[in-house]
């Protein structure tokens, strides 16, 4: 029987064999060929997520995965059995769903058709998390110009943590939208995000980086915090606060810092929580999250008509890959990795 990780109690995983699941309307069942880890699949500050906290004993674990459609349910058009496709799902959420799984049941119209000059471990490391959080941050929320049709003016916008897996992929469709991409990060990493296309590179432990932003980019107005921890989201504020004077920040994270009272009216900074583009209710700390189905409408036309030209194109490219050994069975070295803080500027990747 094919194997898939599930977490038995908070902090632990296991390996169990279960039945391969049969797709329902609409859905397809994905046979894995590879997965990618995210923070929210172990424990970082960043995210209090799955494993470590919030996953229900006896949920399956994982998010981003890569592999080839392998039955279909009824009322899917889009696909054929044996597309290369990847996607992401709500792992550590319920019972019955996730990709660290030999076989993953997916929503058919919320996977994308993978081009021949994509690896199966780049795929899933473009799998979802990473690009559609930087899609819907910049796109749904900030309303920016979409790469097929660019600004003219060449606007700046801040990417605070360029270096991460959102952060990459948000430089490279900033640029590909018509935009100044602006990254901040550690300094190993400037040569990284100035290849994936940000314009000018800061390090986040300049004490003055807000202040040296704005004057350099008086019109500053929009930003992403990728890292949503301690006073980022205040520094993104400040910068735009002391540029343009008002603007819109997003952030992966609340956050009740009491500085940010006083920027409030003129620079918000608004949560950006991914998981709505799946169009499902679901439960966070302290919070229920509707269904928000033109979420999922728009991340439905990404994967049908964007992403896929994007990729096979070689405009838009995965994240350097970091992959390890041993599939399935290894998958708790990769998770202790993360919870580590050893990953920079790559994304852990499993051949399955």
Known sequence: ???VVVVPTKGKTEIRDVPIPEPGPEEVVVKTRAIALNPTDSHTVLYLHSRDFLAPDNSWLGCDFAGTVEKLGSGVSNL????RVAAFVHGGQWEGEGSFAEYVKAQATLVWKVPENVSDEEAAAAGGIGPW???QALYMRLKLNLPSNPTK?????????????????????????GYTPIAV??????DLVKKFGAAAAYSYSDPDVSSKIAKDYPSLQYGLDTIAEGKTTVSCVKAVAAAKGEGHIMTLLTNKDEELQQ???KVPAEMNLVYTVLGVEFDWPGVTFPAMPEDKRQMEE??????PDLFASGKLKANPIRSFDGGLDNITEGL???KAGKNSGQKVTYKI
């Not at 003016?153 to 939208?177: H, M």
Request: include cysteine; aromatic fraction near 12%; proline fraction near 4%.
């Open 185 to 190: 990060c550690s300094e190993k990493n400037f």
């Open 133 to 135: 959080t930087a899609i």
């Open 80 to 83: 054929k059995q044996g597309d």
């Open 302 to 307: 990404w994967c049908a008509n964007i992403l």
């Open 153 to 177: 003016n060449a606007e700046p916008v801040l990417i605070w943590g360029g270096s991460t897996s959102v952060g990459l992929y948000a430089l490279q469709l900033l640029k590909l939208s």
């Open 263 to 265: 920027y409030k009216d």
């Open 1 to 3: 029987m094919p194997k």
């Open 336 to 338: 202790e990795y993360l």
